[in-house]
């Protein structure tokens, strides 16, 4: 009886192994479609990516703008220095707290 079982089971595994090989997964027409779908998608992003590179390119030249005003106002900056030396110089003549 047990041989008979697994004579009747290994058909009925060889029958749904063939059958399984044969199936498709899909057909033409819905692949197309994805096909045509994901190439639409790929045109919106390209088209994206473009206008953000142009407004890439409007912040990079805003941004050098505002770096050359930062560095003539740095330049037009006086010095510290020597009254920092003045005030040091007072301390200790004339004992500032401590």
């Known amino acids: 009886m047990k041989k008979l079982w697994k004579i009747i089971l290994g058909a009925v595994a060889l029958i749904a192994g063939i059958f399984v090989l044969t199936a498709k997964t899909g057909n033409k027409k819905q692949f197309k479609k994805d096909l045509k779908d994901n190439k639409k998608k790929l045109k919106d992003v390209k088209t994206e990516a473009k206008q953000l ?15 050359d005003k930062i560095k003539k106002t740095k330049s037009k900056v ?13 301390k200790k003549k004339y004992g500032g707290k401590k």
Request: hydrophobic share 25%; charged share 45%.
């Open 53 to 67: 590179e142009k407004e890439k390119k409007v912040i990079n030249e805003k941004i050098a703008k505002t770096d």
């Open 78 to 90: 006086n010095s510290t220095k020597s009254a920092k030396k003045t005030v040091s110089d007072f």
